[in-house]
């Protein structure tokens, strides 16, 4: 019987073993810094100086980028992106701050830019030395992307882009911006073009970034404003008119479902951070009471719990089978599936931990008896970050009801 | 014990689930199942038995039926994987037969030692089972029975036997002196009367079975033992004919709303419509990932088995129970006639979703496994 899925090449068996040799030697020391749960909630540069020099340290030892050409900085390798993830995952490393240029950046440029510019960016993109943020989501055009207004008018060789965008995660540390604008008002989705920007070296000259609170009462994301910012015509990405085409590859790499394996690092356990799983939500039950006795004891919430478990569990089985072809009747049907079902299972575990916790529910970060310091309340709220963001749950449901079930498209 | 990353689904399996999805796509395509099982819609008829045994031989002699026999008692012996996938396809045409309970007969048989190995051998060579092992209750958990046992000698009744009336042989829990033993028995046999309920399934058949003073094999001195450990098998096979079942149902629904039209749209466009199949397909999604889990569990890590077989069960009957409801509902007024084709598998997956457990059951003894028995006691 074929069990060939289950077993690396001899390239992925010889780099996994290299990996894990590697993370042995030179997994970072712990932070001294609290870290956020993720990337998107960077809010210092202490905690971005540490993550930079892990990102650093781990693109030195060719372990980002791995399944890139080493042309554009890459590894030159076939499918092993995945192997070093999985081994940084399982060593429990910090997460990488460039979450933006790896996910979504990256795969688009190297799709759509010129050699000479994939040379120039990726490279810096693969180390962490620049951060890059996504200039898409404006006030007038969220779930209906296509309706940007933010406009680049021709002059000569360059553009002077108009314009406002917003939810621009990580945009006050970014040296590049990848930017959807418009550069024809008369069509809607062949009117986009798509560019990449260097917006630090601009501010003040054209660009203004403003933070933009969260319903948390963290910062993280911003406004970007754009007045008269001139920019090269060599940062157009693809043709001009093509920007909608470009966006769908950024947006199918952001959700996962892309050709290009993202880099992925994580696993360690900062200070006061808290993962939202069904294994914490039980540790939590069995300490909180609930008439009395621990509210694990209590059979409504055990029966509740173990639907968050079994919910949890699918997903990682869901992750494990989409690489089972015989086992897919459409290949896109598991992978488009995942930002969606990932994003609202923490969310109703967080919502649930709430209900475990009872009227210390109510108490938030700063209290000194808020159980697990206030991070199930952060983390509730800060889930709708994720199920709004990259295409709404409702915008997901479309997708998925159009493109692999065939339904009617609603646009 | 680790897992392989591909659940041991290997080319044997995938040529063994493309060549049932196939076989009953060919040959038994669902006009075929409506003719076969839905000619007398009245309310107060009798429950009748309609298959088609003829086909049934098919299936026995390209081995189906004895997948689940380990090669040493002369069977196939193929992985659990590869008899879940069986049953998906088995579930997607709901062809009426009685293999989940040779199956699982198969299973629990496997367990017993060389007692068993003559009703092994019987499964082998072509002969259909059944699991004459619930009480007048329906109590779910194995060893709860109203059948006895002395001397050899049956006596008292089994319940909520599946597909009893196309089985040649029912596998009865029966409590002894020392415990609970298990007995091998010909449906036929002098003394077992098989008492047909009527049920709301036409894709099955089920009864009562009583036993008078009946000479039985035994099988097993210690049954609860044999179908502790059979079970996770059991819910996961089923849990896979329900995954295959709902697929259908999805597929059906998204046909007929990519069709019917109102307001100058498919209705498929509307997303009260487009959504909800959308979380239908995710509920199957997330139950098939389970089953094939738990299958793999049952292969290589026996014991994880239980666990992640009550997820798979309890998913399947979460998303069965979902895509049933959401079949009926959104075909409109025909979906609430006898002449469309969904209420055939909106009855089996409803029988289905109760089948050796519900949702909550399941999910109240992964409860127990995962966080432990409640700490005041019931």
Redesign the interface.
């Known amino acids: 019987?074929?069990?060939?899925?289950?077993k690396d090449t001899p390239e992925q068996a010889e780099f996994r073993l290299y990996c894990r040799d590697w993370l042995a030697a030179n997994r970072p020391p712990d932070p001294t810094v609290r870290l956020p749960l993720s990337a998107l909630e960077i809010m210092t540069t202490g905690q971005l100086d540490y993550l930079q020099a892990w990102q650093k340290a781990a693109y030195d030892a060719g372990l980002v980028g791995c399944d890139y050409p080493r042309s554009v900085g890459g590894g030159g390798r076939k499918d092993c992106q995945r192997v070093a993830n999985e081994e940084m995952l399982t060593a429990r490393t910090p997460y990488f701050p460039n979450i933006i240029g790896l996910g979504m950046a990256a795969p688009t440029v190297f799709y759509h830019a010129g050699e000479e510019l994939k040379q120039r960016l990726l490279p810096r993109l693969f180390s962490g030395e620049d951060i890059w943020c996504q200039g898409f989501s404006e006030p007038g055009a969220g779930s209906d992307l296509a309706s940007v207004q933010t406009f680049a008018e021709r002059r000569g060789e360059k553009w002077v882009i108009n314009g406002h965008k917003v939810w621009t995660s990580l945009a006050h540390f970014a040296e590049w911006m990848i930017l959807l604008l418009r550069t024809d008002k008369s069509q809607k989705y062949d009117g986009l073009s798509y560019f990449v920007v260097p917006i630090r070296a601009a501010l003040g000259k054209g660009v203004t970034v403003r933070p933009l609170i969260k319903i948390t009462g963290e910062t993280g994301f911003n406004e970007v404003i754009f007045d008269n910012l001139e920019v090269d015509d060599g940062y157009r990405l693809d043709e001009l008119g093509k920007g909608w085409q470009v966006a769908m590859t950024t947006l199918l790499h952001e959700r996962g479902a892309g050709e290009l394996q993202t880099p992925r690092a994580g696993g360690l356990k900062s200070k006061g951070s808290h993962a939202t799983t069904a294994h914490n939500l039980?540790e939590f039950?069995?300490t909180a009471r609930r008439d009395g006795?621990?509210a694990?004891?209590d059979?409504l919430l055990?029966?509740r719990?173990?639907?968050q478990?079994?919910?949890e569990?699918?997903?990682t089985?869901?992750q494990?089978?989409s690489?089972?072809p015989?086992?897919l009747?459409h290949p896109m049907?598991?992978p488009l599936?995942n930002k969606?079902?990932a994003s609202e299972i923490s969310q109703h575990t967080a919502a649930l931990a709430l209900e475990v916790a009872g009227a210390s529910a109510s108490l938030y970060l700063g209290d000194d008896n808020a159980p697990a310091g206030g991070q199930w309340n952060l983390a509730h709220m800060n889930s709708y970050g994720m199920t709004i963001a990259a295409g709404t749950s409702?915008v997901q449901?479309?997708i998925?009801?159009?493109r692999?079930?065939?339904?009617?498209?609603?646009k | 014990m680790t897992q392989?990353?591909?659940?041991?689904?290997?080319?044997?399996?995938?040529l063994l689930?493309?060549s049932a999805r196939k076989f009953f796509t060919d040959r038994f395509p669902t006009s075929t199942l409506h003719a076969l099982v839905a000619g007398d819609h009245r309310p107060e008829r009798a429950s009748e038995c309609q298959w088609d045994p003829g086909m049934w031989q098919e299936l026995v002699e390209l081995g189906w039926t004895m997948l689940a026999v380990p090669e040493s008692a002369g069977g196939v012996g193929l992985p659990a994987v590869a008899v879940a996938?069986l049953a998906e396809e088995l579930g997607r045409a709901a062809f009426p037969c009685p293999l989940l309970g040779t199956i699982n007969a198969s299973y629990v048989l496997a367990t017993c030692g060389a007692e068993a190995a003559p009703a092994l051998a019987e499964i082998a060579e072509g002969r259909s089972a059944s699991l004459a092992i619930t009480n007048s209750v329906g109590s779910w958990s194995p060893g709860d029975t109203d059948v006895s046992c002395r001397d050899g000698v049956l006596n008292g009744t089994a319940w909520y036997v599946q597909d009893a009336r196309k089985a040649a042989r029912l596998l009865v829990s029966a409590q002894t002196e020392t415990g609970l033993g298990l007995y091998w028995v010909a449906t036929d046999a002098p003394g077992v009367s098989v008492q047909a309920d009527t049920i709301v399934d036409l894709t099955r058949d089920q009864a009562h079975v009583c036993f008078d003073n009946v000479q039985a094999t035994r099988v097993a001195a210690n049954g609860l033992a044999a179908l502790g450990q059979a079970m996770p098998a059991i819910w996961t096979v089923l849990a896979a004919d329900m995954v295959g079942a709902a697929?259908w149902q999805?597929q059906t629904t998204?046909e007929y709303?990519?069709t019917r039209r109102q307001f100058d749209?498919?209705l498929?466009?509307f997303?009260a419509?487009?959504?909800p199949?959308?979380?239908v397909?995710?509920q199957i999604?997330?139950?098939?990932?389970?089953v094939?889990?738990a299958a793999c569990a049952i292969d290589t890590d026996p014991a994880r088995a239980a666990q992640?077989a009550h997820?798979a069960k309890?998913?399947a009957s979460e998303a069965a129970a979902f895509a049933a409801d959401r079949s009926v509902q959104l075909h409109g007024g025909i979906g609430f006639t006898w002449e469309c084709f969904v209420h055939l598998y909106f009855k089996r997956q409803k029988h289905s979703q109760l089948l050796w457990g519900d949702a909550?059951w399941h999910?109240?003894r992964?409860?127990d496994i995962?966080?432990g028995p409640?700490?005041?006691g019931v």
Request: with cysteine; hydrophobic share 45%.
């Open positions: 019987m074929s069990d060939s899925a289950s039980i039950a069995r006795k621990p694990a004891d059979a055990r029966d719990i173990m639907q478990l079994i919910c569990t699918a997903l089985q869901n494990r089978r690489r089972v015989a086992l009747d049907r598991l599936q969606l079902l409702e449901r479309n998925l009801g159009e692999v079930l065939g339904l009617a498209k609603s | 392989p990353d591909n659940f041991g689904f290997g080319e044997e399996a995938a689930k493309s996938g697929e999805l998204v709303v990519g749209r498919p498929g466009f997303q419509v487009k959504h199949l959308v979380n397909m995710l999604d997330q139950a098939k990932s389970l094939y889990n992640y997820m309890a998913a909550a999910r109240a992964l409860a995962v966080i409640t700490t005041a």
